[in-house]
């Protein structure tokens, strides 16, 4: 039927404007416009009807409104709910809350350009409006695990045992960091970003930049790593011995100036 109406439009109406000249796509538009409408006033054999009529007589009376909103493509994806109680969205790299009885099951993520559903067979239980910061997460106070009472091995306390191997400014900092989160759990992934640095850098080096960024007013794991990365730490620290001069018989004191 398709193939056979796109016929039709040919012989109706492209063949009708075949030798016109248009000088701006509103003049071929307004063409087509009354073109269309002679189309559809033709009077079928078959019927002994037009598509005008018959539209009227028999479909019109049927129609329903359009969809208030414009149509977006629809995503899917499959994630696992993390231990905090969230689930990541590769796409735009972030972090959506799950209520927290949800954590280590398997998800289905189904997301568009303004909103992400979160269905666990097939019931929806989760529903956020987007984000596209990389790193943001995005709560609903209910989904959290401490609002419930729910306690697992995760807890400021947990993380301040494990910063212990390497130094008390970097158990100063991931406990400060935690405590600045609205949720405690929103802390734990960047307090274990921390603790994972260990790997790619030396204990000291991490204890370094950690009283470095103590400075700051907001604590992130990104703050950390990147003082590492652009080695702030060994700057500070080659500087701070540049300005102590060591002693040596030749160096004048304020007795020389006497």
Not at 205 to 215: G, S
């Amino acid at each position: 039927m398709v193939e056979g109406a796109v016929r039709l439009v040919y012989q109706r109406i492209f063949f009708a404007i075949r030798n016109m000249t248009f000088f701006s796509l509103e003049e071929l538009n307004d063409q087509l416009k009354k073109e269309l409408v002679t189309y559809n006033e033709y009077l079928m054999v078959t019927y002994q009807a037009s598509r005008r009529k018959l539209f009227v007589e028999l479909e019109e009376q049927y129609l329903q409104p359009l969809p208030p909103n414009t149509y977006q493509i629809k995503h899917y994806k499959r994630a696992k709910v993390q231990k905090m109680g969230y689930i990541y969205l590769s796409d735009t790299k972030n972090y959506y809350s799950v209520p927290y009885r949800y954590i280590g099951k398997q998800v289905e993520l189904q997301y568009n350009r303004d909103t992400i559903e979160i269905y666990c067979q097939s019931d929806r239980i989760a529903s956020h409006k987007r984000v596209f910061r990389p790193g943001q997460y995005v709560t609903i106070k209910e989904h959290m695990s401490s609002t419930h009472q729910f306690y697992s091995d995760w807890s400021p306390e947990y993380f301040a045992m494990l910063s212990k191997s390497i130094g008390s400014k970097t158990g100063e900092y991931i406990s400060l960091l935690i405590a600045q989160q609205d949720y405690p759990e929103t802390g734990y992934k960047q307090a274990l970003g921390i603790l994972s640095l260990k790997k790619a850098f030396e204990k000291h080096r991490i204890e370094k930049a950690c009283a470095i960024a103590l400075t700051h007013e907001r604590c992130s794991y990104r703050t950390i790593k990147r003082i590492l990365e652009n080695n702030m730490d060994k700057a500070i620290e080659t500087k701070t011995q540049q300005l102590i001069i060591p002693i040596h018989m030749n160096i004048r004191g304020p007795e020389a100036y006497n």
